[in-house]
């Protein structure tokens, strides 16, 4: 579909799942950075690494649960099997 080599579909550095998410941004850095760099936070719906992404990449909106559970703690939710 996408030939672009700007538009690579997102995959994870520790798991190599697909499966993305917008993740929020957190700081000055992360909304006023990132975006000059055209850069965006991403977080692994399976390990729920969290890392950057360019702007073009598609990813799937945040999920709010997620973001609050490991915003927080990190416990054994990081390894649940999302089938
Ligand atoms: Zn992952």
Same mark, same amino acid.
């Given at each position: 579909m996408s030939d672009s080599p700007l538009v690579s579909s997102y995959l994870c550095r520790?798991?190599?799942s697909e499966l993305g998410f917008r993740s929020r941004r957190r700081n000055f850095a992360e909304r006023y950075l #990132?975006? #000059?760099l055209l850069l965006k936070?991403?977080?692994c719906g399976e390990c729920f690494r969290r890392d950057y992404r360019l702007i073009f990449?598609?990813?799937r909106e945040r999920m709010p649960d997620l973001e609050k559970i490991t915003s927080g703690r990190q416990t054994d939710t990081s390894r649940r099997n999302v089938a």
């Open positions: 520790d798991c190599g #990132l975006p #000059l936070p991403v977080r990449t598609p990813v």
